[in-house]
């Protein structure tokens, strides 16, 4: 019989252990920190819904300027974007699975390939975001791309729209992808942390659940993109053989 | 003798390091270790994992073949379904709601409820706002209110 001198008997479920003590069992507790976590994942909704409402007022009233603003993202980009953040979802699904099966090194495998998609996913976006800097789409800082395209704002004076319906568009881009890069960037942060955690071998033993509570975060960060990326890029078409990548 | 009270959690917390290198199964990882007990939450296998993958893949390019052509309007409902298709099948296989309590799906309805909330109601008044004009005009004055037909966009 070992001898444990920090064991007092109220102690039954110490502190070591997966199980928390305000838990009868491991289902009792993995149910509790999902029901919390989706509680919080609905909250989310309702935030980036108040942004997707915007978005939806704004194109019906903007049409035109909506569709231009569309034109001017590049598909391949988003599309590229949205193949890494499909295929981190995959990855991370991955490593909640082999966290359940306790297999430590394939956890923060997966974790990892999640983080690399996940920084490459910021990477294209910040390609993207330095171009519109670069050729003045960008709200209240850097925005002259129709004083050097009189031509393209009369165009969108004579649909009954303009410029200033435009830059409609862009508040609301920047915005709904801003607000999903700061969600992709607490993810990363998250995903680095767990896959030290991990290699230390904390989520061994039954200790799996808060990678399952990791991946319906970054579950839920990818099916926001899912509707970003038709909305934000699809609206002007999708033109591979001529015509398309913008203006 | 009486049982020591962390008997039990030295059984269950019994550390279960990973097979040194050479005892491993070789390859990519993703198979199963058919020495470890799978926990019992664990519905979905590493295949379904794949599957439900190249569907959003196959969805994904659906979407974009779909891009590919003018509908009109039509466009924007098929992006949309097919962008719902591909939250279902997020929710339902990685994020295990098939799976889940009768709570907790609920719980992910609910968010959705409230915002279509926010749409149903907000949207109600602001596409119907042209639909009576509220305008005093100097030359109409006296006359009903003018209705048109559709909103003015």
Known sequence: VSVDTHAPAHDAHGHHGPLQHQFDDLDQQRDANNLGMWLFLATEVMMFGGLFFAYSLYRWKFAAAFEWGSGHMDVRFGTLNTFILLASSFTVALAVHAAGEQRRRATAKFLFITLLFGIGFLVVKGFEWTHDWNIGLVPGLQWHYFDQHPAEAQALLDLGSGPHHVLMFFVIYFSMTGLHAIHMIVGLALVGYFILLANKGQFLNGNDQPVEILGLYWHLVDIIWIFLFPLLYLIAGFHPFGGGGGH | ?153
């Open chain 2, 1 to 153: 003798m009486a049982q020591h009270p962390h008997e039990r959690d030295h059984i269950d917390v019994e550390r279960r390091p990973d097979p040194p290198e050479h005892l491993r199964p070789a390859g990519h990882g993703f198979e199963m270790h058919a020495e470890v007990t799978p926990t019992p939450h664990h519905t979905v296998s590493v295949a379904m994992y794949w599957k439900v993958f190249g569907w959003l893949m196959v969805l994904l390019v659906l979407t974009l073949v779909a891009a590919m052509f003018d509908l009109g309007w039509v466009n924007v409902p098929i992006a949309l379904t097919i962008a719902g298709v591909k939250m279902f099948i997020v929710v339902l296989y990685f994020m295990h709601l098939k799976y889940s309590s009768f709570l907790i799906r609920g719980v992910a309805v609910a968010g959705f409820i409230w915002l279509a909330i926010l749409f149903v109601f907000t949207l109600s008044d602001y596409l119907a706002r042209d639909w009576v004009s509220t305008r005093v005009d100097p030359i109409r004055q006296g006359q009903p209110p003018q209705f048109s037909p559709l909103p003015d966009r």
